[in-house]
C-alpha cells in the first residue's frame, strides 16, 4: 500500500525551450534566440532544418558547428527519436525562428517529416506554447489560410516585423527587439527589450484635444 501522506521528492526541472531554425531568411532571429536563452538561464534545445545551412552561409559568416555552440542540447532534424519528439519530455514550449513557408506548412498538415515539425506538433499537442516567426513577402491566400488553420490549432504566427516605435539604432537592435517580444510570448523577459511606459514614455496626452 503506498502511504498517500509521503510526497516524492522531484528534482526541479530546468526551464528548457525547443528552439527551430529553418531555411527562411533571417537565420539571425534564431541566433539571437539562443543567445537570450542563454543569457536568461533556460536550456535550449537546437534542431536546425537542411536548408538553414544555405541561409546560415548566404547571410552571416558563422559556420553550422559554431551556431550549435549556442545552443546547450543540439539535435540532428532526421532524429525523430529525440527528447523533444516527445510530450513526456516537458519543455516551455517551441519557438521557430525563422519560419519558412515550407515548415509552416507541413506544420499545418500534423504530416511531419523532420524531428523540427515533429516537436513543433507535439507543441501543439500538448497545448504548450508555439511561436512561429514565419518570414515571407507577399502572401498569397494559401498561405494565409494556412496561418489561419494554425492559429486556430493554437499556435502564435508572430512574423519578425520591426518596431519602428522602439526607434532602433540598428539592424541589431531591432532583431533584438523582435526575439524579446517573441521570447514574452513565454513569459520569458529578456533585457534588451524596450517597453512602452517603461524604456519608452508613452505619447498619451501630447496630442491634440
Ligand atoms: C537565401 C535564401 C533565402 C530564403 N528565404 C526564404 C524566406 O524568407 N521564406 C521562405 O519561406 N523560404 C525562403 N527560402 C526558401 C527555403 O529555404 C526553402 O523553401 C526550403 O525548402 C525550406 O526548408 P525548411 O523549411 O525545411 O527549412 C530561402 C532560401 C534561400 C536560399
Not at 553550422?64 to 516537458?90: C, L, Q, T, W, Y
Not at 516567426?133 to 507577399?138: F, G, H, V
Not at 489561419?148 to 493554437?154: D, H, I, P, Q, S
Request: charged fraction near 20%; hydrophobic fraction near 45%.
Amino acid at each position: 500500500m503506498t502511504d498517500a501522506s509521503k510526497t516524492v521528492d522531484r528534482p526541479r526541472e530546468p526551464a528548457r525551450l525547443a528552439v527551430g531554425i529553418t531555411g527562411a531568411s533571417g537565420v539571425v532571429y534564431g541566433l539571437r534566440t539562443l543567445d537570450a536563452l542563454r543569457e536568461l538561464g533556460v536550456e535550449s534545445h537546437l534542431v536546425l532544418s537542411k536548408s538553414a545551412a544555405l541561409t546560415l552561409a548566404q547571410e552571416t559568416g558563422l559556420s553550422v558547428a559554431e551556431v550549435n555552440a549556442k545552443a546547450d542540447v543540439v539535435h540532428r532534424p532526421a532524429d525523430v527519436g529525440a527528447s523533444i519528439a516527445s510530450g513526456s519530455f516537458r519543455t516551455l514550449g517551441m519557438i521557430v525562428a525563422p519560419c519558412s513557408v515550407r515548415t509552416m506548412s507541413e506544420i499545418a498538415t500534423g504530416v511531419t517529416s523532420s524531428l523540427l515539425t515533429r516537436a513543433a506538433d507535439v507543441t501543439l499537442k500538448e497545448r504548450r506554447t508555439l511561436v512561429l516567426m514565419i518570414r515571407e513577402t507577399p502572401l498569397h491566400l494559401g498561405h494565409l489560410r494556412t496561418m489561419t488553420k494554425l492559429a486556430e490549432m493554437g499556435a502564435v504566427i508572430a512574423p519578425p516585423l520591426p518596431a519602428f516605435y522602439a526607434k532602433p539604432a540598428s539592424i541589431a537592435e531591432m532583431v533584438d527587439q523582435s526575439v524579446g517580444r517573441a521570447l514574452d510570448l513565454f513569459d520569458l523577459s529578456w533585457r534588451p527589450v524596450k517597453r512602452w511606459g517603461e524604456d519608452l514614455e508613452t505619447i498619451t496626452g501630447k496630442g491634440e484635444g
